[in-house]
């Protein structure tokens, strides 16, 4: 089943489990949001019009993050005036998926509340343990980090190769010493390699390091273009 939706001026032709950007919607991440105005739903061969929109269908979407595109330049230049001006926008959307299209007047269901957690032990039958653990809980902490930093430093696989030379990957705005280290793992080490970044190799750093579309956000390409133009 499909249905065409018209938010934000815009219209959309959306099924389920699809991910769509739209015009910034006022909700938080992890709520549910309905789509009224539906022009058209089809399933198979059977397509209903709307005149303008169909009547009791609606689409169900959750907000999976509020974001901004990436920066666009506005230059305006006034012939022999002495008169030029540079401006950068950011247009904000919201990616939401969508999870089910309704006719008929039905209503999206309901989700199940969370569990409670079960209730703590009492503090007489928790105390003799915990005394007898005393001594090893100063080392629990250390252990468990150690632990954390090995898995963070496997789970980092060469995605590209290096090449000769390194940049100060740290002068790019959001990036620090620990991220310029996993970048590094990664095999990239220079402006240049981040300046010939395709859609695809963008997707691939931001599977492994679990950006979330932060390069395209923080604008790296274009900072990568001036930082090895200097």
Not at 122 to 140: I, M, N, R, S, Y
Not at 147 to 152: I, L, Q, R
Not at 190 to 211: C, G, H, K, M, P
Request: proline share 5%.
């Amino acid at each position: 089943m499909f249905a065409v939706i018209k938010t934000g001026g815009k219209q959309y032709t959306v099924a389920a489990d699809d991910l769509l950007k739209v015009e910034k919607l006022d909700a938080e991440a992890g709520s549910t949001v309905t789509f009224d105005e539906v022009l058209m739903v089809g399933n198979g061969t059977d397509t209903t019009v709307g005149a303008p929109t169909v009547e009791g269908a609606s689409v169900v979407a959750e907000v999976v993050d509020q974001g901004r595109g990436r920066k666009i330049i506005v230059f305006k230049k006034r012939r022999r005036q002495n008169s030029r001006r540079r401006n950068g926008h950011r247009q904000s959307f919201t990616l939401v998926k969508v999870t089910d299209i309704l006719t008929g007047g039905a209503k999206p269901a309901k989700k199940a509340a969370p569990k409670k957690a079960a209730p703590k032990a009492e503090p007489e039958a928790e105390a003799a343990p915990a005394a007898e653990a005393a001594p090893k809980t100063e080392e629990a902490p250390k252990a468990a980090a150690a632990k954390e930093t090995k898995k963070e430093d496997a789970a980092v696989e060469p995605l590209f190769t290096a090449p000769d030379g390194k940049d100060d990957l740290k002068k790019i705005s959001g990036v620090g010493p620990v991220l310029e280290k996993k970048l590094n793992a990664l095999g990239i080490t220079t402006y240049e390699q981040i300046v010939n970044f395709s859609a695809d190799d963008i997707a691939r750093v931001d599977e492994v390091l679990n950006f979330k579309g932060r390069i395209e956000r923080d604008n790296w390409v274009e900072q990568a273009k001036e930082l090895a133009g200097e």
